[in-house]
């Protein structure tokens, strides 16, 4: 029915695509037809890229050759990082600090233009291997300490943390966030993605397109909810409440559980599967096994009431933070993180879809009032 009204586009067909696919009913998310286990937990985010922007699995060869492409772009012009300092001075929030010099980066590329499809993915190399340097960038000045210049021998993981702390991850860590990467990758037509999309689809360059990508990631119903799961766990962790009797009070007050509920998923989300049992080794390894007792207890007690069952079950940002707090990463990190793992999905979907280009443009149902009489300024 041409005139039906979807809000929020909830199940409307909008493109075709080769890239991912999300089974919302038995919790199933691939990339290319390759089960997100399988590529968690056997490649590594610069193979998931190739995969994403080139349509196959590369071999050895043309994965050293690809990572040491990425690997060579990762500096970052002197004044973005001025402007970086700036913002970190001004107090500017990490997802809007690197929305403002992912589009400052442009000013240096001097490809930026080109046209739609292989400039696309030329650029989004670039813009991918510099938002690490930029995020890892801002947090150093923010910490009152000088940004460290990337090191190309290390891998997209190990090059980050290694720019965050200036000193070189051991395996676990940077293993870690390598498939907390990989699993950001790429997850169908989300907001984000969407969004650069739209953007793509007026054929302007992906910066714009990864820019509006970034401000739509920001949001609490999207990217932002990593941060506030990991918020709650800090808040309980300081009230020494228990973590149910948070939920409870939560629940009392209307609010919603951060972490829970998704669009798509009416069961566990795979992702968090995997990130809860990277949580448990990291928590036995260490130790320390109080975010994951926290995160068992709320899970335990909303499958008890019912409400997993119902679908609104634990989406990836419920374990996420917790990983990335393991791994000493700052908590407004974490999404400005997402943002630099869902780059290689956006850019993906943009040069997919300008492929075979359509403008994007839907159209609302008019609801205004009609035939207004104009009456001029100084009668009104
Ligand atoms: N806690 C409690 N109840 C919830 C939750 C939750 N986290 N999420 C959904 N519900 C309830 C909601 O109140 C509604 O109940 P009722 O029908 O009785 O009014 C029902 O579930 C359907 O909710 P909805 O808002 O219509 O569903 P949606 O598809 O628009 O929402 C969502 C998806 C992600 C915005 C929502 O589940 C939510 O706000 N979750 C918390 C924030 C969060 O964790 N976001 C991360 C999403 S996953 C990562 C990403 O894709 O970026």
Request: glycine share 14%.
């Given at each position: 029915m041409a005139d039906e009204l979807k809000r929020g586009l909830e199940?409307?067909?909008?493109?075709?695509?080769?890239?991912?696919?999300?089974?919302?009913?038995?919790?199933?998310?691939?990339?290319?037809?390759?089960?997100?286990?399988?590529?968690?937990?056997?490649?590594?985010y610069e193979e998931v890229l190739y995969l994403l922007w080139h349509g196959s699995l590369p071999n050895a060869a043309e994965l050293d050759s690809f990572a040491a492409d990425l690997a060579a772009e990762r500096e970052v012009n002197d004044d973005v990082i001025e402007t970086v300092r700036a913002l970190a001075d001004a107090g500017e929030r990490p997802m809007a600090a690197l929305r403002t010099a992912t589009s400052m980066l442009s000013a240096y590329d001097a490809d930026a233009e080109g046209d739609a499809g292989e400039a696309t993915l030329r650029q989004g190399r670039r813009i991918t291997a510099k938002i690490p340097t930029v995020l890892a960038a801002f947090e150093r000045v923010r910490q009152g300490e000088e940004p460290v210049a990337p090191d190309p021998d290390l891998s997209h993981a190990g090059n980050f943390l290694y720019m965050l702390t200036g000193t070189e991850p051991d395996a676990v860590s940077e293993e870690t966030f390598d498939m907390a990467l990989t699993l950001h990758a790429d997850h169908g037509l989300n907001a984000s993605t969407f969004t650069a999309m739209v953007i793509g689809s007026t054929m302007a360059d992906v910066y714009s397109g990864v820019t509006g990508g970034i401000g739509a990631l920001s949001g609490p119903l999207h990217g932002g909810a990593n941060q506030d799961v990991m918020e709650v766990l800090h808040e309980i962790d300081a009230s020494a409440k228990d973590p149910v009797q948070w939920v409870k009070d939560r629940q009392d007050d209307g609010g919603r559980i951060p972490g829970f509920g998704h669009r798509v998923y009416k069961v566990k989300d795979p992702r968090a599967k995997i990130l809860e049992e990277k949580l448990r080794d990291l928590a036995e390894s260490s130790g320390d096994t109080k975010w994951l007792d926290y995160t068992t207890a709320i899970e335990e007690y909303l499958t008890d009431q019912g409400l997993v069952e119902k679908g609104i079950a634990p989406n990836v940002d419920f374990y996420s933070g917790s990983v990335y707090d393991s791994l000493g990463i700052p908590l407004d990190m974490y999404t400005p993180i997402f943002a630099m793992s869902r780059v290689g999905g956006w850019i993906a979907h943009v040069a997919e879809y300008q492929e075979d280009n359509r403008l994007i443009r839907p159209r609302a149902r008019y609801t205004g009032p009609e035939d207004a009489e104009f009456v001029p300024i100084d009668e009104r």
């Open positions: 199940g409307v067909l909008v493109a075709e695509s080769d890239l991912s696919y999300v089974d919302g009913e038995v919790g199933k998310l691939v990339y290319r037809g390759y089960d997100i286990e399988d590529l968690a937990r056997g490649a590594t």
